[in-house]
Each structure stands twice: as structure tokens, then as C-alpha cells.
């Protein structure tokens, strides 16, 4: 298999097919600092560093074209959460070069309020935050998740496990042993 890790879409295609098989495909730490220098916008210093110039630039990229604020409110009305948009718009800026990561975070809440006064400012029905992340967060994992986890990752464990289920059910269905109480003194010596 040839090995491509300057190439995206091959180096996908082999992480999938491959992860599975060699868990050390993949490059070694610090193999970006041997790749070409600022190839990749984040490489490069971001365009605004200060959080309020990239909220106004958000803002004035969306109320400057009605197309752009159509798709949003369509988006929202779709059941899209405010918090999914304001993701999405932090890392794509992230990625292209826009802001820092830690811009990217800064800037959520003011787009946040921004977004969520667009949907009501347009009579657009609005979900803030995903309840689905918020009950997963809640979960614990089942029981009968684990055993599938543990099957796929570790499945000497799982084995153990299961045959130590299979023992405890035949014990389980084995009628019990009554025992009679007796006394101290009564016991025989063995």
C-alpha cells in the first residue's frame, strides 16, 4: 500500500480502510513542521484578531447579502440550532484563515444574540442549543453498549465476561440448596 500523507483525500481513503489493520499509520508528532511553511491559511497570522472586528465582520457579511441571511433563517426554521451556525462559523473562519481558534470560541456568544435576534426579529422559530448533546452528555452507557464496545476492542474480555454470564446463569437455574440450620454443637467435624 502506498503511503500518501501529503495527499488529503488518498490519506482519508487509506485512514479508513487502514485504521483498523495498523493503528500506527498515521504520521508522526511534528511531521507538519516538516511540510512546506504557511502552505495552509491557519499556517498563516490570522486576518483580525480582535473578537468585536469578527463579529461585525460576520454581521455585516450576513445583513449585506439577502441571500446569505435567506439561507440562515431557512436553516433555523429548519430546526438547525443557533449553536450548530455559530460552530460552523467559528471553524470555517478558523480554517480560513479569519481568527484564531481562540477567537473563534470568543465570538460565539455575540453571534449567538445576533442569530437568535435575526429569527425572532423575522418571526423565524429558533432552537438555541441541541438537546440531543445535552441528554447524551446526561447518559451513561448501557450495559448492553459496553459488552458491543468491548466485543469490538476487547474481545479476550469480552469472552471472559461472557463465560463467566453463562456460568452464573447455570448456577442461577440449578435448584438452590436448602440448608438446615444447626447449631454450633451439632456441626460434624470434618
Sequence with gaps: ????????????????????????NFPVPGHSMTDTPKKWAWDNPPNTTNPDDAVEMVINKVEDNPDTKEHFLRMMAGGVTVEEIINTIGLGGFTEGEWSPDVAELIKPALAVYFIGLAIKNKVPVI?????????????????????MMKEKNPKEFENVKASLVAKNKASMQPPVEEQEQGFIDMEVS
Design 1 to 24: 500500500m502506498e503511503n500518501n500523507i501529503n495527499n488529503p483525500e488518498i490519506n482519508l481513503e487509506q485512514g479508513e480502510k487502514t485504521a483498523r489493520k495498523d493503528k500506527f
Design 128 to 148: 438555541a442549543f441541541s438537546e440531543k448533546e445535552i441528554q447524551e452528555e446526561n447518559r451513561m452507557v448501557s450495559k448492553s453498549n459496553t459488552l458491543k
